[in-house]
C-alpha cells in the first residue's frame, strides 16, 4: 500500500520556515548556559587550553612549502616566511598523510574527511555519512560543559548545495570539515557581525530568557512532530536531521536551568573587539580577518575553547585577482599543469593563506593571560586535505601547528616522519595535549613522536 500523502498543499516553504526555523534562528540558546553561570571562577586560575583549525581548500605550492633543515636547526620555506617571527613557536610535520582520503573525488572526501581521517560515504545528499567523529569534536565535547558555546564553526563561503556530477558527491560534504557525529555536519556561520553578536550574547545572558526559549523550542518540536505526518520519505529524513539539531539546542537549555552546571566567567571583556559591519565585507581579506578575530575573542573570553574555520569551500573558485601577480581563481590555478604562469599564482595564494594564519597568530600572541599568551596556552592548525591541487594528492600534506598548549607541545621545530605517517598520529598528539583521554585517534597508531612536551 502507498502510504504517501496526497494532500499537501498545507505543507509550503514558509511553513516550514515558521515551524522550523525559529530555533535556528536564536543563536543565543547555545550560550543559555551561562545564566547559572556565575563570577565565582577566579581571573587567576590555569589558564585553559584552546585548538582552532584554519583549512585551506585546494591544497599548495608543493615545492614551495617543505622548510630547509630539520628538527631545531631549519629555515622556513617560502610559503612559510611570514611565520618567521612565530618560528619558536611552530611544529611543522612532514610526510602526514590521510589515508582515508585516497580514494574517491578529487577535493569531497578530503574536505569532509579532514579532521576525521575516514572515507565519507558517497551520496547526492539524503545520507551524508562522514563515517566519524571530527578531532575538534572529540575536543570539545570533552569541555563543552565549560564554557558557554561549545564549539565556533566558522567559514567564508556559504554552504553549497546541489551535487558535482563530475564526482557524484553533494556539494555539502566540501562546506564541513567539523562533524559532531558521523552524520551531523555542524552549520558554520559566516558573517562576522553574527558570530560577534552570538558571543557577546553568550557573556551577557538576560534573564528567563532561558525559560522563554525552553517554549519556544516546545512550540517548535511540536509543530515538527504534525509536520512528519504530511512528508515524504525524503523530507521526513531532512526533518529528523534537523530534529537531531534542535534536541542538541534542548539540551543545552536544560544545562542553563540546572543549578549543578559548571560556573563560568569571561576572561576578557568582549568590548576588547570592535563590532563588525552589519554587512557582510566586499573585500576578501577583511572578512578573512573579520572572522578571525572572531576566533581571537572568543578564546581571549572563553566563550568556547575550539574552533574551525574554512577559508573556502572545496573547488573554491575565489578570485583571487585583488593580489598582485594573480588573475585568475584558487581552483583554477590550483590545477597548473606545471605552467609557469599558473604555478606563480598558485605560490602567490598559498602565501597569502599562510598570512592569514599569521594575522591571527600575532593577535592571540598580543593577549596577555598571566605572564603568558592566549596563543602560548593554545593549539592553532593551519593545513589543506590536499598537497598539490593539481594531483589531488593526499600524501605529504602541508601541515603546521602553533602554540604550545601552555606548555604540552614541544615547538621551534621541523620534524620529518617515515613516508605515509598517519595524520591521526598529529590528531592524537593535539587530543592530548588538549586533556583529552584518548589513546588513539581514526586509524592512529598513537601520538606524533616529538610533539609532547
Given at each position: 500500500?502507498?502510504?504517501?500523502?496526497?494532500?499537501?498543499?498545507?505543507?509550503?516553504?514558509?511553513?516550514?520556515?515558521?515551524?522550523?526555523?525559529?530555533?535556528?534562528?536564536?543563536?543565543?540558546?547555545?550560550?543559555?548556559?551561562?545564566?547559572?553561570?556565575?563570577?565565582?571562577?577566579?581571573?587567576?586560575?590555569?589558564?585553559?587550553?584552546?585548538?582552532?583549525?584554519?583549512?585551506?581548500?585546494?591544497?599548495?605550492?608543493?615545492?614551495?612549502?617543505?622548510?630547509?633543515?630539520?628538527?631545531?636547526?631549519?629555515?622556513?620555506?617560502?610559503?612559510?616566511?611570514?611565520?618567521?617571527?612565530?618560528?619558536?613557536?611552530?611544529?611543522?610535520?612532514?610526510?602526514?598523510?590521510?589515508?582515508?582520503?585516497?580514494?574517491?573525488?578529487?577535493?569531497?572526501?578530503?574536505?569532509?574527511?579532514?579532521?576525521?581521517?575516514?572515507?565519507?560515504?558517497?551520496?547526492?545528499?539524503?545520507?551524508?555519512?562522514?563515517?566519524?567523529?571530527?578531532?575538534?569534536?572529540?575536543?570539545?565535547?570533552?569541555?563543552?560543559?565549560?564554557?558557554?558555546?561549545?564549539?565556533?564553526?566558522?567559514?567564508?563561503?556559504?554552504?553549497?548545495v546541489g551535487v558535482d556530477r563530475n564526482v557524484g558527491y553533494t556539494r555539502v560534504y566540501g562546506a564541513h570539515i567539523a562533524w559532531?557525529?558521523?552524520?551531523?555536519?555542524?552549520?558554520?556561520?559566516?558573517?562576522?557581525?553574527?558570530?560577534?553578536?552570538?558571543?557577546?550574547?553568550?557573556?551577557?545572558?538576560?534573564?528567563?530568557?532561558?525559560?522563554?526559549?525552553?517554549?519556544?523550542?516546545?512550540?517548535?518540536?511540536?509543530?515538527?512532530?504534525?509536520?512528519?505526518?504530511?512528508?515524504?520519505?525524503?523530507?521526513?529524513?531532512r526533518l529528523k536531521e534537523y530534529l537531531q539539531s534542535v534536541r542538541s539546542i534542548e539540551q543545552r537549555v536544560q544545562r542553563a536551568?540546572?543549578?549543578?552546571?559548571?560556573?563560568?566567567?569571561?576572561?576578557?571583556?568582549?568590548?576588547?573587539?570592535?563590532?563588525?559591519?552589519?554587512?557582510?565585507?566586499?573585500?576578501?581579506?577583511?572578512?578573512?580577518?573579520?572572522?578571525?578575530?572572531?576566533?581571537?575573542?572568543?578564546?581571549?573570553?572563553?566563550?568556547?575553547?575550539?574552533?574551525?574555520?574554512?577559508?573556502?569551500?572545496?573547488?573554491?573558485?575565489?578570485?583571487?585577482?585583488?593580489?598582485?601577480?594573480?588573475?585568475?581563481?584558487?581552483?583554477?590555478?590550483?590545477?597548473?599543469?606545471?605552467?609557469?604562469?599558473?604555478?606563480?599564482?598558485?605560490?602567490?595564494?598559498?602565501?597569502?593563506?599562510?598570512?592569514?594564519?599569521?594575522?591571527?597568530?600575532?593577535?592571540?600572541?598580543?593577549?596577555?593571560?598571566?605572564?603568558?599568551?592566549?596563543?602560548?596556552?593554545?593549539?592553532?592548525?593551519?593545513?589543506?586535505?590536499?598537497?598539490?591541487?593539481?594531483?589531488?594528492?593526499?600524501?605529504?600534506?602541508?601541515?603546521?601547528?602553533?602554540?604550545?598548549?601552555?606548555?604540552?607541545?614541544?615547538?621551534?621545530?621541523?620534524?620529518?616522519?617515515?613516508?605515509?605517517?598517519?595524520?591521526?598520529?598529529?590528531?592524537?598528539?593535539?587530543?592530548?595535549?588538549?586533556?583529552?583521554?584518548?589513546?588513539?585517534?581514526?586509524?592512529?597508531?598513537?601520538?606524533?613522536?616529538?610533539?609532547?612536551?
Open positions: 500500500m502507498n502510504h504517501q500523502p496526497t494532500h499537501r498543499s498545507g505543507i509550503t516553504r514558509r511553513t516550514v520556515l515558521r515551524g522550523m526555523g525559529a530555533a535556528l534562528a536564536i543563536p543565543w540558546l547555545e550560550a543559555m548556559q551561562t545564566q547559572t553561570l556565575h563570577a565565582d571562577l577566579a581571573k587567576d586560575v590555569d589558564a585553559p587550553v584552546r585548538m582552532a583549525v584554519l583549512f585551506a581548500p585546494n591544497g599548495t605550492r608543493a615545492d614551495l612549502w617543505t622548510p630547509q633543515g630539520e628538527g631545531t636547526e631549519f629555515k622556513l620555506s617560502p610559503t612559510l616566511q611570514p611565520l618567521e617571527d612565530f618560528k619558536q613557536q611552530l611544529l611543522i610535520p612532514t610526510n602526514l598523510w590521510n589515508q582515508a582520503s585516497r580514494s574517491g573525488d578529487g577535493h569531497y572526501v578530503k574536505t569532509s574527511g579532514f579532521l576525521t581521517c575516514t572515507t565519507i560515504n558517497k551520496t547526492l545528499g539524503i545520507d551524508l555519512n562522514a563515517n566519524g567523529t571530527s578531532m575538534d569534536q572529540v575536543a570539545a565535547q570533552s569541555v563543552g560543559r565549560q564554557t558557554p558555546l561549545p564549539s565556533l564553526e566558522l567559514g567564508i563561503d556559504p554552504v553549497s559532531n557525529s558521523p552524520t551531523s555536519p555542524l552549520a558554520r556561520e559566516v558573517n562576522p557581525r553574527l558570530v560577534y553578536e552570538r558571543l557577546y550574547r553568550a557573556g551577557q545572558p538576560q534573564s528567563k530568557t532561558a525559560d522563554q526559549d525552553k517554549l519556544l523550542l516546545d512550540r517548535v518540536l511540536d509543530d515538527a512532530r504534525q509536520l512528519d505526518r504530511q512528508l515524504g520519505a525524503e523530507d521526513r529524513h536551568t540546572d543549578d549543578t552546571a559548571t560556573r563560568w566567567t569571561a576572561r576578557s571583556s568582549f568590548d576588547s573587539v570592535p563590532k563588525p559591519p552589519a554587512k557582510l565585507p566586499d573585500d576578501h581579506q577583511e572578512h578573512v580577518r573579520l572572522m578571525l578575530d572572531m576566533i581571537a575573542l572568543a578564546f581571549q573570553t572563553d566563550t568556547t575553547r575550539v574552533s574551525t574555520f574554512m577559508f573556502g569551500n572545496a573547488v573554491s573558485g575565489k578570485n583571487f585577482s585583488f593580489l598582485d601577480g594573480v588573475t585568475s581563481g584558487h581552483h583554477d590555478v590550483s590545477h597548473h599543469e606545471n605552467k609557469e604562469e599558473k604555478l606563480k599564482q598558485y605560490a602567490i595564494i598559498s602565501r597569502w593563506h599562510v598570512e592569514q594564519y599569521a594575522y591571527l597568530l600575532t593577535r592571540l600572541a598580543s593577549m596577555p593571560e598571566g605572564d603568558s599568551t592566549v596563543l602560548a596556552n593554545s593549539m592553532i592548525l593551519f593545513g589543506s586535505g590536499l598537497r598539490d591541487g593539481n594531483g589531488h594528492d593526499p600524501h605529504n600534506l602541508p601541515l603546521v601547528l602553533a602554540g604550545q598548549a601552555g606548555g604540552r607541545l614541544e615547538t621551534g621545530k621541523h620534524l620529518t616522519f617515515s613516508q605515509d605517517t598517519p595524520l591521526a598520529n598529529l590528531y592524537a598528539a593535539m587530543l592530548t595535549a588538549f586533556g583529552c583521554s584518548v589513546d588513539r585517534f581514526a586509524d592512529s597508531t598513537g601520538p606524533l613522536p616529538g610533539t609532547l612536551a
